[in-house]
């Protein structure tokens, strides 16, 4: 009959299944050629400045290949002393496998600060090839959070395409998409709340996350509060199900920390090296960047005001890492910093917990991000690095809501700023600028046309607006006024600037999840 659609040869449920299969080939084409040309992009940078990050691995390299497992954490020929935990180790000892066959000498304990050609592109290629872990996170988070093809697409962009994963891996030196792949694919596991194994998969990878980098202990919370709700708290069986998720947690401790077991100690004493002082060489862009600050200002007044005799002219200013000594405001203990880490978090916790409309994987991810924020800026000796433990995930629900879309332009646009100064030498600073330049111009026009509006006020524009000026200020207009004076302060300048769009983001979108629920509980009672 014309105009009737028949299937005169296939049956329509096979049909439906090679329709779903050519949408997913597509998304994943897309993924695919995206994660090619970003590649290509990385490739380019391998002659690039690279930082003490890279002799730190290669030493793990040679210490994993070189030496016998029961001196691996007690080796410390080196001052880049292996300090992640085990299963990070045993990552080195694979790639280490490798490494022996294109230059051996990269392998000897001994040989410090070795970078031949080979070792340069060597370890380089390592890094590109384990971010294919981290497409592999952003394909499954997509297929639990994403029905539009264009916020899916734009999520690959924010995500593969994200300035600070570029700036910190693949020029300063780092394996964080390989990380953070992980951390992706445990969320997206555990959202399947549908899905019981898809579940106890994620808690594995996210077990499996934490024995091979300790950082992510920051986000803990956030998970084993989201499995308490989604997954043992249902259904009845809470004992039956809280022994199954000790059960996986307590085999992957066994298995990496097992052949350990006598450097234990040694092992903790790296892992959490309290000695370092509250804020590293260069300030993270956090809270105690702030106090700092405030320390610092209150002493010059104290000073002036004959209130203190002396001062020291370079506090917390010096580029080292040590344990600081505050002039006026109390000298916080690691004890303290973790008290105000846990206080902060437990309003969203308690959120995700006890309140029914809160159990969604989007405020799943919404807490996760929010824990992120508080540790960055509450932490005992946080890295700069770590604020991209918050940005990442909330790239998937930028193409979600605008006001989280709102949030991630201010938070991306601060805390990649932030990271520029890890590229010091003169020569990348065109490249400085002109990578911030092209995130912030892109996520607003691709952001703007998704949500068909503008997404900042008028305070936060102008506020992302100045950010490539303090960048520009630090890395050149700083030496034009000044010269070598006051060598500290355009870093510390960046830090407070960035300290101050990070802390406003973390308030707001804190404000935005407690009353959302509120709003939205008010909404259904007037339904009723």
């Given at each position: 009959?014309?105009?009737?659609?028949?299937?005169?040869?296939?049956?329509?449920?096979?049909?439906?299944?090679?329709?779903?299969?050519?949408?997913?080939?597509?998304?994943?084409?897309?993924?695919?050629?995206?994660?090619?040309?970003?590649?290509?992009?990385?490739?380019?940078?391998?002659?690039?400045?690279?930082?003490?990050?890279?002799?730190?691995?290669?030493?793990?390299?040679?210490?994993?290949?070189?030496?016998?497992?029961?001196?691996?954490?007690?080796?410390?020929?080196?001052?880049?002393?292996?300090?992640?935990?085990?299963?990070?180790?045993?990552?080195?000892?694979?790639?280490?496998?490798?490494?022996?066959?294109?230059?051996?000498?990269?392998?000897?304990?001994?040989?410090?600060?070795?970078?031949?050609?080979?070792?340069?592109y060597f370890q380089r290629t390592t890094v590109m090839v384990s971010d294919l872990m981290f497409v592999y996170g952003i394909r499954e988070l997509g297929e639990v959070f994403y029905k539009s093809y264009n916020s899916y697409c734009v999520f690959i962009f924010l995500s593969l395409c994200?300035?600070?994963?570029?700036?910190?891996?693949?020029?300063?030196?780092?394996?964080?998409?390989?990380?953070?792949?992980?951390?992706?694919?445990?969320?997206?596991?555990?959202?399947?709340?549908?899905?019981?194994?898809?579940?106890?998969?994620?808690?594995?990878?996210?077990?499996i996350l934490l024995n091979l980098k300790h950082i992510y202990l920051y986000v803990a919370p956030a998970f084993i509060v989201w499995l308490l709700k989604s997954y043992c708290m249902r259904n009845g069986w809470f004992i039956k199900r809280i022994f199954i998720l000790a059960a996986i947690v307590i085999t992957i401790l066994t298995l990496t920390f097992g052949p350990f077991i006598y450097q234990l100690p040694q092992i903790m004493s790296r892992l959490f090296p309290f000695k370092r002082g509250l804020v590293h060489a260069y300030w993270a862009a956090n809270g105690w960047a702030l106090y700092v600050t405030a320390d610092k200002v209150l002493s010059v007044i104290w000073r002036y005001l004959g209130w203190m005799e002396t001062i020291k002219s370079a506090v917390m200013t010096g580029g080292l890492v040590q344990e600081e000594i505050f002039l006026v405001l109390p000298s916080p203990k690691p004890i303290i910093t973790f008290m105000l880490t846990f206080v902060g978090m437990l309003p969203a916790l308690y959120i995700l917990l006890c309140r029914k409309s809160a159990v969604t994987p989007t405020n799943f991810v919404r807490c996760l991000v929010l824990c992120a924020l508080t540790s960055f800026i509450f932490g005992w000796h946080v890295h700069e690095k770590a604020i991209l433990t918050a940005i990442i995930p909330l790239c998937v629900l930028a193409t979600v809501d605008n006001n989280d879309a709102r949030i991630y332009i201010i938070l991306s646009s601060a805390g990649h700023t932030s990271l520029l100064p890890l590229l010091y030498p003169d020569n990348l600073t065109p490249l400085n600028i002109l990578l911030l330049l092209l995130h912030i111009l892109s996520i607003n026009l691709i952001l703007q046309y998704l949500f068909k509006k503008s997404l900042l006020y008028l305070h936060e524009f102008l506020y992302v607006s100045l950010l490539p000026l303090v960048a520009a200020y630090e890395?050149?207009?700083?030496?034009?006024?000044?010269?070598?004076?006051?060598?500290?302060l355009p870093l510390a300048l960046i830090s407070i600037y960035c300290a101050i769009g990070i802390i406003y983001s973390w308030l707001f979108y804190y404000y935005y999840f407690i009353y959302e629920h509120e709003n939205n509980r008010k909404r259904r009672t007037k339904k009723e």
């Open positions: 009959m014309t105009g009737t659609k028949t299937y005169s040869t296939s049956n329509p449920e096979e049909v439906d299944k090679k329709e779903q299969y050519n949408r997913k080939w597509n998304k994943d084409k897309i993924l695919l050629r995206t994660f090619a040309l970003i590649t290509c992009i990385k490739a380019l940078l391998i002659p690039c400045y690279y930082s003490t990050d890279f002799e730190v691995h290669r030493n793990w390299l040679a210490i994993t290949y070189s030496l016998p497992i029961r001196e691996w954490y007690i080796n410390a020929k080196s001052q880049w002393t292996l300090d992640y935990p085990p299963l990070f180790a045993w990552f080195e000892y694979v790639l280490s496998q490798v490494a022996h066959l294109f230059d051996e000498k990269m392998l000897k304990v001994d040989n410090l600060n070795y970078a031949s050609p080979i070792t340069i994200n300035i600070g994963l570029l700036i910190v891996d693949h020029i300063h030196f780092q394996y964080n998409g390989f990380l953070l792949g992980f951390l992706l694919l445990s969320i997206a596991n555990v959202s399947r709340i549908w899905n019981q194994a898809s579940i106890l998969q994620g808690a594995a990878c996210f077990a890395s050149i207009l700083h030496k034009f006024f000044f010269g070598d004076n006051l060598p500290f």
